[in-house]
């Protein structure tokens, strides 16, 4: 349970910090390349920590 809400609570903080960056420096290439990022890391999660 705890490692759930890890997981959670430092997805949330990479995902903020990646929305403040895209805000701050709104240029299409980097929020392609964040956008792959993202996906990268949400099917990491979803395949290694909520995994039943």
Known sequence: MLN???TIVALAV???F???LV???P???LGAVLAVTVA???WD???TSFDA
Do not use: Q
């Open 4 to 6: 759930r809400i890890m």
């Open 14 to 16: 990479f995902l903020g």
């Open 18 to 20: 990646l929305g403040i």
């Open 23 to 25: 805000w701050h420096i």
């Open 27 to 29: 240029r299409f290439d």
């Open 40 to 42: 990268l890391v949400l």
């Open 45 to 47: 999660v979803f395949t």
